[in-house]
């Protein structure tokens, strides 16, 4: 039973729901049996680094912005973005997972970074950690890299608790943000949050182009946009929509769901910024500058880019 739970976990990648179907018996055992598996040695794995780090550019990071810790991906230029940004997201869950501690709220956000990089946490042995969503959902448009599903998909893997957020990710009030958060589906969440030790934050660019991934899923308007930009905004880190020094801009109409304020998020000891693609790179800056994250994992390219200037 252990060689077979473990072979399928690890050479056929199921998720640990699958398993306990295939086999006809609880999640919590198949989690059970591949730990053992692994503690009685039917498991070995090697780990084969080829990941590549760009130590200049972290130390450049660390020296102009003062962050404590820089991740830079060296990648090579011949390869397709698709392949570069699983190539990051796998670096990035191999610097996520060493922060995890049984028993941590752990807090998501979304993106599709920060989806290729929970991919590859769902593959890691699992680590029993409490998953809060950290923003409202951005509905079925991007189920793929939504929250909601990044949730799902790691605590299942894990066999660990999922505490979600049932609100949309922009309300028309803060009233309706205070009065969803006080509804009993949502306070779970609302306390988790309160209590988080670790968060993985994506950004998002309010670019010159006119491009945004709010807008383009339909979360905002082409006249919202234009109200973002008269308010300097240059995009957002998770639900906080920043200007470029990195400072919090509130819009009346365009209301995040998420329960802590900029103050409580820069409060939280391990705070994780995803980016990949120039696109974000005055986004990045601004959220440097702000102090929002404790660690930046980026690729090669970007990190350039960040520091061009």
């Given amino acids: 039973m252990l060689a077979e739970a473990a072979e399928l976990y690890f050479l056929k990648g199921m998720l640990q729901a699958e398993i306990a179907a295939q086999m006809k018996i609880s999640r919590s055992l198949v989690s059970r049996l591949i730990t053992e598996a692994q503690a009685k040695g039917v498991v070995n794995i090697t780990i084969n680094r080829f990941f590549q780090r760009a130590g200049r550019l972290e130390d450049e990071l660390r020296s102009r912005f003062g962050i404590e810790e820089a991740c830079v991906l060296n990648l090579p230029r011949a390869m397709e973005t698709g392949e570069r940004k699983k190539a990051l997201g796998r670096f990035a869950a ?49 189920a793929a890299f939504d929250g909601h599903q990044l949730l799902q998909k790691l ?20 009233e309706i943000r205070k009065q969803l958060y006080k509804s009993r589906s949502n306070k779970p969440n609302y306390e988790s949050c309160q209590n988080l030790d670790v968060v993985v934050v994506g950004v998002s660019p309010l670019d010159s182009g ?98 061009s200037r």
């Fill in 210 to 307: 006119g491009h945004s991934a709010l807008f383009s899923g339909g979360h905002i308007t082409a006249e919202d946009m234009m109200i973002m930009r008269s308010h300097k905004v240059v995009g957002d880190v998770g639900a906080y929509s920043v200007d470029s020094q990195g400072s919090l801009v509130d819009i009346e109409s365009l209301v995040k769901m998420i329960g802590l304020d900029g103050n409580e998020f820069r409060s939280i000891k391990a705070r994780f910024g995803l980016a990949y693609g120039e696109l974000k790179t005055e986004v990045v800056r601004a959220a440097l500058r702000g102090g929002w994250f404790t660690s930046l994992i980026l690729d090669d390219q970007t990190a350039e880019a960040v520091l």
């Fill in 94 to 142: 191999d610097i996520i997972y060493g922060s995890l501690r049984s028993g941590c709220n752990l807090g998501l956000t979304f993106g599709t970074t920060l989806r290729e990089a929970v991919e590859s946490l769902a593959l890691k042995l699992p680590v029993p950690v409490n998953c809060v969503q950290l923003t409202g959902s951005l509905g079925a448009a991007d």
């Fill in 155 to 174: 605590s299942s893997a894990w066999n660990c608790p999922a505490i979600y957020l049932h609100a949309p990710f922009i309300v028309n009030s803060v």
